[in-house]
């Protein structure tokens, strides 16, 4: 078989294949919510309401249904976003979606908590803290640098490009806590160190291009 025919066929299996290819399964649901006229504030404040039954499993050590809110909450995270650009896309529903989004992150963290809070407390709070650096670089610098992501969100790659990569590693160490949950000290850590040292470099390229870059086209 020739060497391009064989890496056509892989590029089919890429990432972005696979996840254009849910994005197109989510778009058909919200095609279906949407004349069923639920909105996208409905789906986040659905997602959000998984969020908070997640933390009552998680208390009572539930784990397997606390997999099942998060798994739901995510899909709902995903949901109403692609409910909002077959629609409508408002800036008061861009605001709520990501209140609710670092809201569930930080609700599940705490529900670790709450199941062992004498392991998992302090780990618990050392990965929050990290969760709201990340969190603040990273609206800081939308907000400072007047981003426009109205324009950004509409484009159908959103999914591959960016809802990919928002929250990815903070979703994934909360799944792997629900099926290893007696690791959740060592996940915990890890995954604060990965998010540090994602806002580390949010912050360090923020600086580049804030201060650095923008004295360099000052000067010339």
Known sequence: MPFKSILKKAGKFSACSVLNTFYEYMEKAADFLKRHSIS??????????FAVLGINFLALEYYFSAFVCLLFNRLCDVLDGVAARSS?????????DIVADYLSLSLFIFGFALAEPD??????VFFLVTLILSAASLLGLAAVSGQN?????????????W????NFDPSLALFLMCVFPFWFMPLSLFFGVVSLGKSLLLISGAYYNLVIAARRTKNK
């Open 119 to 124: 392991k998992n407390a302090v780990a618990a």
């Open 88 to 96: 409508q896309i408002t800036v008061f529903g861009a605001f709520f």
């Open 163 to 166: 809802g990919t990569l928002q």
């Open 40 to 49: 996208a504030n409905t789906i986040t404040l659905t997602g959000l309401f």
């Open 149 to 161: 992501y109205r324009k950004f969100n509409q484009s159908k790659f959103k999914i591959c490009l």
